[in-house]
């Protein structure tokens, strides 16, 4: 990846942003029911600088904030919310080398991010206790370290120049260790088969006696040891792509109705888009994208004024809002996407118009992370002030 364009600050980074959307958004059905994997659209991403838009400025980039960044992703998603979603880790895994690089790494992979390279993840294990038991290992050798271990739902590796890895290391601690693609025993499987998110390609990620460097291995598990973002930062771009689909779901159920849908016979109206009960519906479901927008936008003030002045209460606030903001997307995406054939009647469940791609990429992506637990988070910090626990889910 040569010659990726620098962007200059967070207004280019928008401008960019609803430019490519409104390109990426033209053929999203058709990738979707093709199972059309976005490489191109990737490849139009790195080289807008849209990837590096989080590179500090003292090393060349814009360094947006977090609001920026929010609604960038918010944008792509209701577009496309599989390309949204592959960038996720890219930008999570940025903020990783922010934390705890040293100065050689930091230059190294801005550097690299500049120039357009993507970031993967593979980090979630299946047959696990759960979700935070990592069984891939990272043992030191005499000119490094080898990685073993395979990963499921590495959503990004298989188009990704880099891909950070979560292990174990032989102090048990967690780390994480950068692998470059190509590099021997590194199998990134495109096994991905669920019913949403389709083109996302979140398979499997095999680590047969992979060398890995010293200087690409980096100490997560120091990020924990005080106040931090990193969970927060992670979950507004997971909310950011649940309003992105209610967005995108909601923009289409209204282009149905107003072009496409047939008045009922007992409204006495010649257009759909005039039955008051329709009228009233859209309403309701105009209100729950706004909730959902407005929840967003909060949350990313609250991560931005955290990072202004980190403290365990402001980056607790800043988590509790961003997990107030995961809940109420996670619903309103559900809620609109459902409601998208409700609205636009029998003939919006043709196959062919693959309208329910938005349904099935909402149900699917809402399985990240249970807002049941985020709820409970809220909860015991609005009634005992209960701070959240310090880790990368909240």
């Known amino acids: 990846m040569t010659g990726a364009h620098v962007i200059a600050d967070g207004t280019e980074a928008l401008e960019t942003a609803r430019r490519l959307a409104a390109e990426f958004a033209e053929d999203a059905a058709a990738r979707d029911a093709e199972r059309r994997l976005p490489r191109a659209e990737l490849d139009r991403l790195s080289t807008a600088g849209l990837l590096a838009i989080t590179v500090p400025a003292e090393h060349g980039g814009a360094d947006v904030d977090a609001v920026t960044l ?25 903020n990783v080398i922010r934390a705890r690089g040293t100065a050689e790494q930091r230059a190294f992979f801005y550097r690299e991010l500049l120039s357009g390279k993507r970031f993967g993840n593979a980090q979630s294990e299946a047959g696990t206790k759960h979700v935070q038991d990592y069984r891939t290992r990272l043992t030191r050798q005499h000119d490094g370290f080898r990685l073993d271990g395979t990963k499921h739902y590495s959503t990004g590796a298989l188009f990704a120049h880099w891909i950070p890895v979560l ?5 048990e601690q967690l780390h994480v260790a950068y692998v470059e693609a190509g590099t021997p025993g590194l199998t990134v499987i495109d096994d991905w088969d ?31 040891t005080g106040p931090q973002l990193h ?6 771009l997971h909310a950011a792509i649940d309003a992105g689909i209610a ?5 289409d159920a209204v282009e149905f109705v107003r072009t496409r849908s047939r008045p009922y016979f007992e409204s006495g109206f010649d257009r759909a888009s005039d039955d008051p009960l329709l009228v009233q519906r859209f309403g309701e479901l105009s209100i729950e994208l706004r909730a959902a927008n407005a929840l967003l936008a909060d949350a990313a003030r609250a991560v931005d004024a955290a990072r202004a002045d980190l403290t365990d209460r402001s980056a607790g606030a800043a ?57 409970q988070h809220i909860g015991r910090y609005v009634l005992n002030d209960t701070l959240p626990p310090r880790h990368g889910l909240l």
């Open 70 to 94: 929010a609604e960038v992703m918010r944008l792509l998603a209701a577009a496309d919310p599989n390309i949204a979603q592959i960038p996720q880790s890219h930008f999570v895994y940025v």
């Open 167 to 171: 292990a174990r290391g032989d102090d």
């Open 194 to 224: 669920g019913m949403g998110q389709r083109t996302t390609a979140s398979g499997t990620v095999r680590l047969d006696g992979v060398h890995v460097p010293a200087d690409r291995v980096l100490p997560h598990h120091l990020t924990f």
């Open 231 to 236: 969970g927060a930062v992670a979950q507004l």
């Open 247 to 251: 967005d995108g779901a909601l923009t």
């Open 319 to 375: 988590s509790i809002a961003v997990a107030a903001a995961k809940a109420y997307a996670d619903r309103a995406a559900l809620a609109i996407t459902n409601a998208l054939f409700e609205v636009s009647g029998t003939r919006s469940s043709l196959d062919p118009l693959n309208l329910h791609r938005h349904w099935r990429n909402a149900r699917t992506h809402t399985l990240h992370d249970p807002v049941r637990w985020k709820v």
